[in-house]
Nanobody, 128 residues
């Protein structure tokens, strides 16, 4: 059974940085593509970014491109979301998702229904 636990959220000011972590427990982390999504109050969950099993490249929503970056450490079973130059509109609960046995184009993993497992989320609040 796969479990995902996000951490690293908090209250920051606009322009600050945060790094979120997602800890994966279960087998074969390196065979999972991983994604980050977020959900603001009253809105649907939206894609933030995704990364393949080998971590060679991240794919991002236009709203976060050039500010956020995804990375992973397959030895530690961790995936990260580095968030720079945060804006108030980045305020949301951030979730990581895992897609089993996916070796295609991680850029196609932009819909949450494509993921097999989810964490409980971590709150990020950006004040102006």
């Amino acid at each position: 059974q796969v479990q995902l636990v996000e951490s690293g959220g908090g209250l920051v000011q606009a322009g600050d940085s945060l790094r979120l972590s997602c800890a994966f427990s279960g087998r074969s982390f390196s065979s999972y593509a991983m994604g980050w999504f977020r959900q603001a109050p009253g809105k649907e969950r939206e894609f933030v970014g995704s990364i393949l099993w080998n971590g060679n490249r991240g794919y991002y929503a236009d709203s976060v491109k050039d500010r956020f970056s995804i990375s992973r450490d397959n030895e530690k079973n961790l995936v990260y979301l580095q968030m720079n130059r945060l804006k108030p509109e980045d305020t949301a609960v951030y979730y990581c998702g895992a897609k089993a046995g996916f070796f295609g184009d991680a850029g196609t993993l932009r819909e949450d229904y494509k993921y097999d497992y989810w964490g409980q989320g971590t709150q990020v609040t950006v004040s102006s």
